[in-house]
Each structure stands twice: as C-alpha cells, then as structure tokens.
C-alpha cells in the first residue's frame, strides 16, 4: 500500500479511535449516573437496569475494536497495514474503507465466519 493511502486510513482509524473513546465515556458516565441516582420507582429501576446493561454491552464491543483499531494503527506504523493476517493477499481496498481495522481478506474473513460457527477454530 502506498504512503498516500497509509496516511489516509491512518487518518480514518484514528478518527475511529476518537469517536469510541468518547463514546465509551459518555456510556461511563451515563452507567455511573444510573447507580448514583436515587431510583425508587419500580419501572425506573427496571428500566436504568436495561440501559445499564445496554451501556455495558456497548462499552465491551467498542473495546474489542478499540483493541482491533490499536492493532492496526501499529500495522500502519511497521508498514504490514492492509495485509490479510491469514493469506498475506492485499485486503481489498474499498473493503477497507467500510471496516479500516479489516485483519482479513473478504475469503478469508468468510472462512473464518464458517469455521466458527462450526465451532472449530
Ligand atoms: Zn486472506
């Protein structure tokens, strides 16, 4: 992948990474209101309980691509960025502008979706 491209994903992830840092702060703040508020109705509570569990869900998934986005900002860095982790083909440039962290290849990608639901790994 050329510097021009490099730089423009590099971009894009660290958008990305901005965007889930202060989404995952904001769901933080929204659970850590929701234990301090003093809920006595009954639907309240359920309802802050669903919400908590909502923020809590959401805050894990924003981890793992947190955690996916870090991994390929350093992929950027060491020049490996846009390589399929499995095949080492080319990961397909407008597959990596819809999902920049992409690990794999879109063949790739489908054969590991099959071989996990088949439970294997
Ligand atoms: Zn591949």
Redesign the pocket.
């Known amino acids: 992948m050329d510097n021009k491209n490099l730089k423009f994903f590099e971009r894009m992830l660290k958008e990305r990474l901005e965007e889930i840092t202060s989404n995952i702060n904001l769901r933080n703040t929204n659970l850590i209101e929701l234990y301090a508020a003093n809920l006595k109705d009954q639907s309240d509570i359920v309802s802050a309980n669903l919400q908590g569990e909502l923020d809590f869900l959401m805050i894990q998934k924003h981890g793992l691509e947190l955690k996916d986005i870090m991994h390929s900002l350093q992929k950027i860095k060491n020049k490996s960025y846009g390589i ?6 080319e ?1 397909d440039i407008q597959r990596l502008k819809v999902k920049p962290h992409a690990k ?2 879109i ?3 489908e054969l590991h979706e099959k071989s996990k639901n088949r439970g294997e790994r």
Do not use: A, F, T, V
Not at 84 to 89: G, L, T
């Open positions: 399929c982790e499995m095949c080492d083909d990961i794999y290849c063949n790739c990608r």
